[in-house]
């Protein structure tokens, strides 16, 4: 049996296309926990230049439960 697509977590990433680098913020990278990935990559990158940043998304764990 397939888990649902909702217990899946994902962490979101703003990142600079010229050097590769997450962003940060304090001197902490921006990372976004959550179940709906593709909602906080449009989040992260509104109002942004899209030839500049990228949001990389980055399934954790299993997604499942034992």
Same mark, same amino acid.
């Given at each position: 049996?397939?888990?649902? %697509?909702? =217990? /899946?977590?994902?962490? &979101?990433?703003? &990142? ?10 304090? $001197? =902490? %990278?921006l990372?976004?926990?959550?179940? !709906?990935?593709?909602? !906080?990559? @449009?989040?992260?990158? /509104?109002? @942004?230049?899209?030839? &500049?940043?990228?949001? @990389?998304?980055? %399934?954790? $764990?299993? $997604?499942?439960? !034992?």
């Open positions: 049996m397939n888990a649902a %697509p909702l =217990s /899946q977590t994902f962490a &979101v990433r703003l &990142v600079d296309r010229r050097t590769g680098k997450t962003h940060r913020i304090n $001197g =902490s %990278p990372t976004l926990f959550t179940r !709906a990935p593709e909602e !906080a990559a @449009r989040e992260l990158l /509104q109002n @942004r230049d899209a030839a &500049v940043w990228e949001a @990389r998304v980055e %399934p954790l $764990g299993s $997604g499942g439960r !034992a």
